[in-house]
């Protein structure tokens, strides 16, 4: 799927990711120090459901 694709539909889900500026373009998750565990898992869970 297109990282523009999974972007929105992983908005949809109620989680923020980004492409990237790079040829060629990737999905990105920008993680930081209040980022919780249960959020990197709801993230993780969402992109495994995109399958």
Known sequence: MAPMEAVGRLHASK????VTPYDPPL???GTSI??????VDQAVKAV????
Do not use: H, K, Y
């Open 27 to 29: 999905l990105r998750f």
């Open 48 to 51: 495994a459901a995109l399958g």
């Open 15 to 18: 989680v923020i990711a980004s």
């Open 34 to 39: 209040v980022t919780t565990p249960e959020q």
